[in-house]
Nanobody, 116 residues
Framework: QVQLVESGGGLVQPGGSLRLSCATS????????MSWYRQAPGKERELVAT????????DYADSVKGRFTISRDNAKMTVDLQMNSLKPEDTAVYYC?????????WGQGTQVTVSS
């Protein structure tokens, strides 16, 4: 099993930046892919960014391309999401998830609010 704990959410003004971090523990050697999803009130959960464990493949939702960057810190064992030029429509609960041969694991989520 893999345990995930997100951090770094909060309130930020439009145009600002936040860095989300997802601490991983447990059977991390089984992780194949890592992703960030978000869910805004009244909307379905959507994929924001995804990457292969090797870092050779990354993909982003069209709405965040050029503004968000997903990365992995092997020393800290975290999956991070750098979010720049934030917009009010980025307001949502952000979830970290990893894919393993035995299934997908999710964190508890962290709230990001973009508002003036």
């Amino acid at each position: 099993q893999v345990q995930l704990v997100e951090s770094g959410g909060g309130l930020v003004q439009p145009g600002g930046s936040l860095r989300l971090s997802c601490a991983t523990s447990g059977s991390t050697f089984d992780i194949h892919g890592m992703s960030w999803y978000r869910q805004a009130p009244g909307k379905e959960r959507e994929l924001v960014a995804t990457m292969h464990r090797s870092g050779t493949f990354k993909d982003y939702a069209d709405s965040v391309k050029g503004r968000f960057t997903i990365s992995r810190d092997n020393a800290k064992m975290t999956v991070d999401l750098q979010m720049n030029s934030l917009k009010p429509e980025d307001t949502a609960v952000y979830y970290c998830t990893v894919n393993t041969p035995t299934g997908d694991y999710w964190g508890q989520g962290t709230q990001v609010t973009v508002s003036s």
